[in-house]
């Protein structure tokens, strides 16, 4: 009964701690895509740990984005992200587009997407979108796919 109640205070508890975008997204679930300018791996790595507070601290969104951020927080290891580096205002922002990795068996829809940006409408939070600040480390410009 000791040796389980040390096992999940030392290495269950922290193990769930640590979970997040960053850690539920597989790598080869992951693409850094050719744009204006290519972000790095440590770049993209802080983008989703950034993403991840974001997430869990959504300041600022009304009802149905709150909706939708609650369930993607519930589904983390269900998706794909391509980071896209774009400029705006001749500020660099990395682009995260995610969307859902494909069941096993079931149909890829999105075959080149280690190739070119995917774009859908509807889907709700399987499809989502968020600009990282690479200077300020700030998320901006949440947005979920609507339904219908």
């Not at 096992?7 to 269950?12: I, K, R, S, T």
């Not at 989502?128 to 200077?135: F, L, N, R």
Request: aromatic share 14%; charged share 25%.
């Amino acid at each position: 009964m000791k040796t389980t109640s040390a096992f999940l205070l030392f290495v269950a508890i922290p193990l769930v701690a640590i979970s997040g975008l960053e850690t539920d997204i597989a790598q080869e679930n992951r693409v850094i895509l050719k744009s204006a300018w290519m972000p790095t791996n440590e770049q993209t790595a802080k983008a989703l740990k950034s993403i991840q507070v974001f997430l869990e601290n959504p300041k600022n969104q009304d009802e149905w984005s709150a909706n939708q951020i609650k369930q993607i927080l519930a589904n983390t290891s269900k998706y794909r992200v391509q980071f896209i580096g774009v400029i705006k205002n001749d500020h660099k922002l990395l682009h995260c587009n995610f969307f859902p990795v494909q069941s096993r068996g079931e149909f890829d829809y999105f075959k080149k997407w280690k190739e070119e940006e995917i774009f859908v409408c509807d889907g709700g939070f399987w499809f989502w979108q968020i600009d990282y600040d690479i200077e300020s480390g700030d998320c901006t410009n949440f947005s979920s796919n609507g339904e219908g």
